[in-house]
């Protein structure tokens, strides 16, 4: 292998395969094929590719600049070692990892925007401009969320013009095409290498203009007006659900496509119910008597019936008794969540002078671990606690 102060160095124009006449427009696109070919986006690991990529990349970053290109053909390589040249990849903002440098191409994917942005760019601004998405937020209560529901919205915006039927035209009048940009829609101006387009101001980047515009809609094709539609709401829907109405949002320009119509769903909070996904959740109070010695409690549902639990005796406060399949109605199917009670025993008050007395022979009767199992546990741990102590 040779030493790399005694490699020779190869031509710059052998490199990107050009000859030394060749005009500015032929060097890029010579370099446009090589990046293409050889960017590490493409070749990743592949270090021969690397380094044509390095070489195309220091060739085009010397002859794309004409005082540069001037002093290679007269110094060669010796005119960026003498401050002349095109600086090696230090000066071109040329990094390894992440091939991130500041003239060429960063990555792989640029170099296609680059290549096809002219035909995006014409294809872009000669079609007619769509109309924009509209956002509609609509508030259902639980139970119709559990339903389903068909609604009537009604909302002002962009509908289609009913005296040129979109087009922007008077009857029997026609566009013509743009002078300005020639149909095109935008104008071009080239700086070296790079291309700025813009969009035309004469047409506003349609490519053609009005001779008769409409007198209703001043050649828009589109005019302020209510609508009313009617849009079926399903079951199972929750909060932030979207449902899509394809083409019923803002009409577009001169007869363009409108755009979609989003109605995003809000569920209002439930006095009872609290939902988690398809699931209902419900706190139920019971009485100490019930969750003692046992009994029964009727628990309303979400699609209006009535559920019987049984309470097994002894149940503690925040107890859950899962209910198969009477929660909420999943989207696009026949099952439905579960209901998830959940019982909170609560404490007498007000009582009186009768029931003080039982409650204290039930104290009396009954003050034992068998009865209060978490009291005396707890109270022995507080005992074992102290005693650590003493």
Same mark, same amino acid.
């Given at each position: ?19 030394? $006449?060749?005009?500015? *427009? ?14 590490? *986006? ?10 044509? &990529? ?27 070692? #003498? ?37 995006? &760019? ?29 609604? #009537?919205?009604?909302?002002?915006? &962009? ?33 070296? &290498? ?162 003080? $007395? ?13 009865? $209060?199992?978490?009291?005396? *546990? ?13």
């Amino acid at each position: 292998m040779k030493d790399k102060d005694t490699m020779v160095e190869q031509d710059y124009y052998s490199i990107l395969g050009v000859s030394k $006449n060749a005009s500015e *427009d032929d060097i890029k696109k010579a370099y446009r094929k090589l990046a293409v070919k050889y960017h590490p *986006d493409k070749n990743p690991g592949n270090k021969e590719a690397e380094e044509k &990529f390095k070489e195309a990349t220091s060739a085009y970053e010397t002859l794309k600049d004409s005082q540069k290109r001037a002093a290679y053909d007269r110094y060669g390589h010796q005119a960026s070692r #003498n401050g002349g040249g095109s600086g090696g990849f230090g000066s071109s903002g040329f990094h390894h990892e992440g091939f991130d440098f500041a003239e060429g191409f960063s990555s792989f994917s640029d170099i296609f925007e680059e290549m096809f942005k002219e035909n995006s &760019f014409r294809t872009r601004n000669s079609q007619q401009q769509p109309g924009s998405d509209i956002r509609y937020d609509l508030s259902i209560t639980l139970e119709e969320a559990f339903r389903g529901k068909t609604v #009537n919205l009604k909302f002002t915006t &962009f509908i289609v013009c009913d005296r040129c039927h979109g087009s922007g035209s008077e009857e029997n009048s026609r566009p013509s095409v743009c002078p300005t940009c020639g149909g095109r829609g935008s104008i071009r101006q080239q700086h070296g &290498f790079v291309t700025l387009e813009r969009t035309c101001s004469t047409c506003g980047g349609t490519g053609s203009i009005l001779s008769n515009p409409c007198q209703k809609c001043s050649g828009s094709g589109r005019i302020k007006g209510e609508k009313n539609l009617e849009v079926s709401i399903p079951a199972g829907v929750d909060s932030d659900s979207r449902v899509r109405i394809p083409g019923e949002g803002e009409a577009g320009f001169k007869g363009a496509p409108s755009g979609d119509l989003y109605v995003f769903v809000i569920v209002k909070p439930h006095e009872l119910f609290k939902r988690h996904d398809s699931d209902i959740y419900i706190n139920v109070p019971i009485s100490i008597v019930t969750a003692s010695i046992g009994g029964e409690i009727k628990v309303p549902t979400i699609d209006g019936s009535v559920h019987t639990i049984k309470i097994p005796h002894g149940t503690q406060t925040g107890h859950q008794f899962r209910v198969r399949s009477k929660g909420m109605s999943m989207i696009r199917s026949n099952n439905r969540g579960d209901m998830i009670v959940e019982v909170v025993v609560e404490t007498p008050v007000s009582l009186s002078r009768k029931q003080k $007395n039982l409650f204290n022979e039930f104290e009396t009767e009954g003050n034992d671990k068998s009865n $209060n199992p978490k009291v005396f *546990d707890f109270v022995k741990k507080i005992k074992d606690l102290v005693d650590k102590y003493d």
